[in-house]
C-alpha cells in the first residue's frame, strides 16, 4: 500500500504518538529481520475493554517464553491503550500490540541490553456478518505444517499465512489443521467439537495457542450447563461431531456447517447452526456487558 493510502490514525511507537502513516522501524529490528517478537489482540466493545487482564497474562507468558522483558506493567498498558482508543471514532475495535526484542546487527544469538520496540494500534472491529452467523461457514482440512511452538503468540506468522491462504483460495473461512491426526486449531482461531451436547476442545499444549476463549468458554459452559471437557481429538472426531465452532478475538464463537465439501451434524440440523452453539454465543454476548473493563 503506497505510503499515502496508510490510514492517518493515531498509534504508539516506543513512547510517541503519532499518525500511523509516519510510524516507522529499523530496518535492523529483528522483528522485521527474524520475527523475533511477539503480539497481543485485544477486543473493545464500547469503549471498554474485554478479558484484558487474561490477555496481559498471556502477553506475559510469551515474552518470558522467548525471553524478552515487558516494557510495562499492567496499568501501563491499559493507559496506553486507553488512550489510543479514545482516539479512534469507532466504539468497538481491536487493539493490537507488537512488541520486538529491538534494534541490532543481524546475529541469530539474542543480544543482551537491547531496547524492545513496542507498537500498538486499533483498528474498528470487524466482526462476523449476521449471515455468517445464521448459516454458518465453511472450512477446509490441512496437515499442521507450522512450527511446534504454536503456544507462543509470535509475530512470526508465515505458516498461519499459508494456511489462510489456502481456505481463501477456496472461498473458505479458516482452515482447520490436523498434527500426526489429531485435531490442534486452525490458522488464526481455536477449534471446538459438540459430541452429544458436550463442548470438546484439543488439551492446551506446545501445538496450540491457549485462545483467551478457552477458559471464557469453560466459564460460559458451566453458567449454561453445557459438559466442557479438553482431550485429545481425533480427524474422525471432527468430521463426525454434531456441531463444529471457531473461536476467536474477532469471531467469537462461529458455527461451521460445511467441512471439505461436507455438511456438518446430523439429521435435521446437518448444515446448520447447532443448539450449542446458539447457547454459548448468548452467553457470550452476556458475559461482554458484564466482563469489559
Known sequence: MPHT??????????????????????????????????YEVIPVYGRRFFRFD?????????????????????DGWLALARELVATQPADDQMVYIEITRGVALRDHVMPEGLTPTVFVMTNAMKPPSAEMRHHGVTCITARDFRWERGDIKSVSLLGAVLARQMSADHGATETVMFRDGWLTEASASNVWVVHEGALLGPPKSDHVLEGIRYDLLAELCEDVGIAYNLRPISESDVRSADELML?????????????????????????KP????ARLYEAYQRAKLLQAL
Open 5 to 38: 493510502l496508510l490510514p492517518d490514525a493515531l498509534c504508539h511507537l516506543n513512547g510517541q504518538t503519532l499518525p500511523l502513516r509516519d510510524a516507522k522501524v529499523s530496518v535492523l529490528d529483528r522483528g522485521f529481520i527474524f520475527g523475533d517478537g511477539i
Open 247 to 271: 473461536s476467536s478475538a474477532t469471531k467469537e464463537v462461529l458455527p461451521i456447517t460445511k467441512l471439505d465439501g461436507d455438511l456438518v451434524g446430523h439429521g435435521a440440523l446437518r448444515g
Open 274 to 277: 447447532g443448539p450449542v452453539y
Open 54 to 74: 487474561e490477555h496481559m497474562a498471556r502477553l506475559d507468558r510469551s515474552l518470558a517464553k522467548v525471553r524478552i522483558p515487558n516494557p510495562h506493567n499492567r
